[in-house]
């Protein structure tokens, strides 16, 4: 992880492109593009003892305008110095893996995978993705396992794992309760996400049988965003059309009502830089396991 954010992938032909040297790229000291009032100066160095929420959002007030389509954008929505760590610790502490979609599963990549691939390896996988793409639902983006890396007892500490424990902090469920008006959420899960030139995610509605979701989340960690980008999480009406759009942002969550008929659009393929996020849902069934205390998964197996 010593490279620069400097080289694009290769194209491949018929297919998207593939980054097999991520983990290398996002360690660079540049992840956004021109700076915004959004952007992130970190505080290396200057951990912070305790996450915060940024105490001037008032979730009642915000309620009544979430409530009119069931979703909204809340800017700077953790403490300055909250959102520079956690943006550190995504930016240069999180391994990065690859995930797609192919046929009726989807396909995870480690990180030592995604290093392994071969040029051959890379175009192969583009012109699956691709394919898929042109003949129903697909996604290409980079991601780590926050969720079931932390449920797992077997794997090892990481420093996202705070993140998972505060997003799960009575703080942050109640704020998203009461914006949402879903007060029987009992949990959020997670995973992190990198979306780098040529990823995308198309329409879906978050709905599935096997999990209770209320709500998605993404937490926005991307300083510096050009506005096209792509990138977008983007919601379509009934005509298909694009009713509202957001451009990724620097300390930002976006939230919405599950089913939401939304996509992310692709990442143009000259964009160096890389959309970072956490994202979710809330749900209203049980954890696998208890949140807070990882010292107690092993006991049980």
């Known amino acids: 992880m010593k490279g620069s954010v400097g080289e694009a992938p290769s194209l491949a032909r018929g297919g998207v492109q ?70 550190d610790i995504l930016r240069a502490q999180t391994p990065w893996g690859m995930c797609f979609n192919s046929g009726e599963r989807v396909v995870e990549l480690s990180p030592e995978q995604l290093a392994a691939l071969s040029p051959a ?23 780590f396992p926050l969720m079931a890396s932390y449920f797992n007892p077997a794997g090892g500490e990481v420093p996202l794992f705070r993140v998972f424990e505060f997003i799960n902090s009575p703080p942050v469920l109640d704020f998203l309760r009461t914006l949402t008006g879903h007060h029987g959420a009992v949990w959020a899960d997670a995973h992190a996400t990198l979306y780098a030139a040529g990823n995308f995610l198309k329409y879906h509605t978050d709905e599935t049988p096997t999990q209770r979701r209320m709500a998605a989340y993404v937490l926005n960690f991307t300083p510096g965003w050009g506005r096209d980008w792509g990138g977008f999480l983007q919601f379509f009406g009934p005509d298909y059309d694009v009713e509202q759009a957001y451009r990724p942002l620097f300390n930002a969550l976006n939230i919405f009502s599950v089913p939401s008929d939304h996509s ?17 849902w809330l749900r209203e069934d049980e954890p696998p396991r208890p949140i807070g205390d990882r010292s107690a998964f092993g006991a049980r197996g």
Not at 27 to 32: E, M, P, S, Y
Not at 49 to 66: G, T
Request: net charge neutral; aromatic share 10%.
């Open 18 to 87: 593939i980054n097999g040297q991520i983990n290398g790229q996002i360690n660079g000291l540049h992840v956004g593009g021109h700076g915004d009032r959004h952007g992130a100066t970190l505080r290396h160095g200057a951990k912070c003892a305790v996450f915060r929420l940024n105490p001037d959002h008032d979730p009642a007030q915000l309620a009544e305008r979430y409530a009119v389509k069931s979703r909204m954008q809340v800017r700077d929505f953790f403490e300055q110095q909250t959102a520079d760590e956690i943006f």
């Open 121 to 143: 390896d890379q175009q192969q996988i583009g012109q699956k993705v691709a394919e898929g793409a042109r003949n129903g639902y697909q996604f290409l983006y980079h991601y």
């Open 264 to 280: 992310v659009s692709m990442v143009s393929t000259y964009v160096q830089s890389h959309r970072i996020s956490i994202t979710g």
